[in-house]
């Protein structure tokens, strides 16, 4: 035998115990799993998360994960699980959960929507949540607010509560102010509004209505004394 043989003979040798490292791995007390991390729960408890890993009391750090980002992802609120590993004994739980745009009220008390209307598990006690309450669970009424969070967070922070106008429109609260959106707001739309706030805001005038359904226009109804 050659000495390329031989070499060519080892690197194979390695290659196969690379490969088997993980399966004898499985089989050692020392990685067991002893701690889960999860990382962007912002609005899901984490202890919920864990739970829904489904792991065994034994789990060990190299057993397969497919299942149990599986089940994550499979949770009401969640985009997208990934697990990752850390040495000794720790598997780290990343999470994109769904973002809630507003709240609404049901049987149960108030309940987060998404932008397109769907009710998300998040406790607003528990996440601390401040969002505008929408009249009801109405995708056109949570779409346009959606469009407004993308396009001027600050009007957005402002908007207290959110229903339906006339004529299919949508109707922002912001206080004694408000705003009136077409029903398909578009992002030059709510520019146009913020525009006309800050130039109102910087004459000293105080608006009790800014109109803006009619594209490329904003109607200002000033606040009579």
Do not use: K
């Not at 919920?48 to 994550?72: H, I, S, T």
């Not at 997208?80 to 598997?91: F, H, M, N, S």
């Not at 309940?111 to 109405?138: K, M, N, Q, W």
């Amino acid at each position: 035998m050659t000495r390329r043989e031989r070499w060519l003979l080892l690197g194979a040798g390695a290659v196969v115990a690379v490969l088997a490292t993980p399966v004898a791995l499985r089989h050692m007390a020392f990685f067991r799993v002893r701690q889960v991390e999860v990382v962007g729960a912002r609005y899901l408890a984490p202890e919920r998360v864990v739970e829904a890993l489904g792991l065994d009391p034994d789990q060990n750090l190299f057993d397969p994960v497919d299942e149990a980002e599986r089940r994550v992802e499979a949770m009401p609120g969640v985009v997208r699980a990934e697990i990752a590993r850390r040495v000794p004994g720790t598997l780290r739980v990343t999470v994109v959960e769904r973002e809630p745009v507003g709240l609404a009220s049901n049987r149960d008390g108030m309940v987060p929507l998404d932008c397109d209307g769907v009710a998300l598990p998040y406790d607003p006690a528990h996440s601390g949540l401040a969002l505008p309450i929408v009249e009801r669970a109405d995708s056109v009424l949570l779409r346009a607010l959606c469009v407004v969070r993308a396009s001027d967070s600050a009007l957005y922070a402002a908007v207290q509560t959110v229903r339906a106008g006339g004529g299919g429109s949508v109707m922002l609260d912001l206080g004694d102010q408000r705003v009136r959106l077409s029903g398909t707001p578009s992002t030059s739309d709510v520019e146009a509004v913020t525009l006309v706030r800050q130039h109102l805001e910087e004459t000293g005038r105080v608006f009790a209505e800014l109109d803006a359904r009619y594209r490329g226009l904003v109607y200002a109804r000033e606040r009579r004394s």
